[in-house]
């Protein structure tokens, strides 16, 4: 094993009940620090992989380490310090009476002295917009609200790795923006960052890292760039590249041949050509 990895998976299989292999030899060194986007088609096993790496799955074959521990005999609550997780889907998370107390569920759980819980828990929900809504039902809220406050209740933990699977998908660009802002900051905080995300922007503007998986198995892990590359790939994926790449491939016949990842290095890129 790597030790300097926070998160290491060895061989790593899985099979859900009576199903296929979900993931097949899968062998990943996620380093501390690294903002990772794991991308890939419906069904290509992101979220399975992502459940991995806090024990919420085990695995069926090989091994997952989580900063030292083997996931397959350490128990989910003490995996859950260390990896915090933003499910997918927002309703297999809510269970509280109110906003306030969804949020703060897991900062009561690790005996946090009240001040420190009000702090994090305001900071969290002031992130994804919803601390005026902190008295509410989380059922009377939105979807989407849902979604945030899911996110919420797992940046207020300030875990040393945060999972977020899909936390944009249905948000509007003012909250989706807040999210990343928010992912964004804790990542500079030395968080080390998971993000599974269909949101190619998303990937070329913060990712440093990108796996795509593929019937269960990594098929390409490197540099934003590098990946979007990697054409084939990007096609048998079903990955629609971000819009910037696209409009420079566009201009490819104009001897245009970069990859930019964000707006700004896009008309740059544009700039110098017309320069020349
Ligand atoms: N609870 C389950 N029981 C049986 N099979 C499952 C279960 N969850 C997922 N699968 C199967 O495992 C494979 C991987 O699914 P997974 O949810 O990990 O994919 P994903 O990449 O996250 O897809 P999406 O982009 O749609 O979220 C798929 O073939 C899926 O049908
Ligand atoms: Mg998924």
Wanted: glycine fraction near 8%; include cysteine.
């Amino acid at each position: 094993m790597t030790t300097e990895a926070i998160i290491s998976t060895r061989d790593l299989s899985y099979s859900y009940p009576g199903g296929i292999a979900a993931l097949s030899g899968v062998y990943l060194d996620i380093l501390p620090g690294e903002f990772v986007a794991i991308i890939g088609s419906n069904g290509s096993g992101k979220t399975t992989l992502v459940k991995q790496f806090n024990g919420l799955l085990k695995p069926s074959q090989g091994h997952v380490i989580v900063d030292g521990l083997d996931t397959r005999t350490t128990r989910v609550s003490e995996l859950s310090r260390i990896v915090g997780f933003v499910f997918q889907n927002p309703d297999h998370q809510t269970f509280a009476y109110s906003v306030w107390e969804e949020a703060s569920f897991g900062l009561k759980l690790q005996r946090l002295d009240e001040e420190s819980i009000e702090r994090q828990t305001t900071d969290a929900l002031r992130a994804v917009a919803l601390d005026g809504l902190r008295d509410r039902h989380p059922r009377a809220l939105s979807r989407g609200q849902r979604q945030r406050l899911a996110t919420a209740s797992i940046l207020a933990l300030e875990t040393p790795v945060l999972v977020l699977d899909e936390p944009t998908t249905g948000q509007d660009s003012l909250s989706r923006r807040q999210i990343m802002e928010l992912t964004v900051d804790l990542h500079g905080e030395g968080r080390t960052v998971i993000m599974v995300t269909h949101d190619m922007s998303l990937v070329a503007e913060y990712a440093s890292r990108v796996i795509v998986m593929q019937d269960g198995q990594v098929v390409c892990d490197s540099q934003p760039k590098e990946v979007f590359e990697r054409e084939e790939i990007m096609k048998s994926s079903g990955i629609e590249l971000p819009p910037v790449i696209r409009i420079a491939r566009g201009l490819r016949e104009y001897g245009f041949s970069d990859t930019p990842l964000t707006q700004e290095e896009l008309v740059e890129n544009l700039i110098t050509a017309i320069r020349r």
